[in-house]
Nanobody
Framework: QVQLVESGGRLVQAGGSLRLSCAASGRTFSSYALGWFRQAPGKEREFVAVVSRNGYMTYYADSVKGRFTISRDNAKNTVYLTMNSLKPEDTAVYYC???????????????WGQGTQVTVSS
C-alpha cells in the first residue's frame, strides 16, 4: 500500500511560483508512477502531470506545459510539482496520486492524497 500526503499549497500572486510536495509512506513507492491532479470548485478533476516509476518519463496537461515540472525522489519517497508563472485559473485543490503505470486517466490511479489548496490571486 501507499499513503500520500500533499503539502505546500498556499495563496500566491499571479506570475508567482510554488512547489508542492507529496510524501509517501509504505514500501512500494518506487513501484508506482506518480501523478498530480487538480479540482477547482464546480469543475471536474483534471490531470496535471505524471512521472514514471524511474523518473525518466513525464507527461503534462497542455494547460501547464512549460510552466509546471513534475519530479520525484525515490530515496525520499517524495514527488514534487514545481509550478511557475501561475495563473488564477490554476486555483484548485491539488491531489497527488499513484498508479501502476503512467496514465492521464484518474480512474487508473489507486492511491490518493487528501489534497492541498492552491489559490492564485489576480
Amino acid at each position: 500500500q501507499v499513503q500520500l500526503v500533499e503539502s505546500g499549497g498556499r495563496l500566491v500572486q499571479a506570475g508567482g511560483s510554488l512547489r508542492l510536495s507529496c510524501a509517501a509512506s509504505g514500501r512500494t513507492f518506487s513501484s508506482y508512477a506518480l501523478g498530480w491532479f487538480r479540482q477547482a470548485p464546480g469543475k471536474e478533476r483534471e490531470f496535471v502531470a505524471v512521472v514514471s516509476r524511474n523518473g525518466y518519463m513525464t507527461y503534462y496537461a497542455d494547460s501547464v506545459k512549460g510552466r509546471f515540472t513534475i519530479s520525484r525522489d525515490n530515496a525520499k519517497n517524495t514527488v514534487y510539482l514545481t509550478m511557475n508563472s501561475l495563473k488564477p485559473e490554476d486555483t484548485a485543490v491539488y491531489y497527488c496520486a499513484a498508479t501502476p503505470s503512467v496514465s492521464t486517466k484518474f480512474d487508473e490511479y489507486i492511491y490518493w492524497g487528501q489534497g492541498t489548496q492552491v489559490t492564485v490571486s489576480s
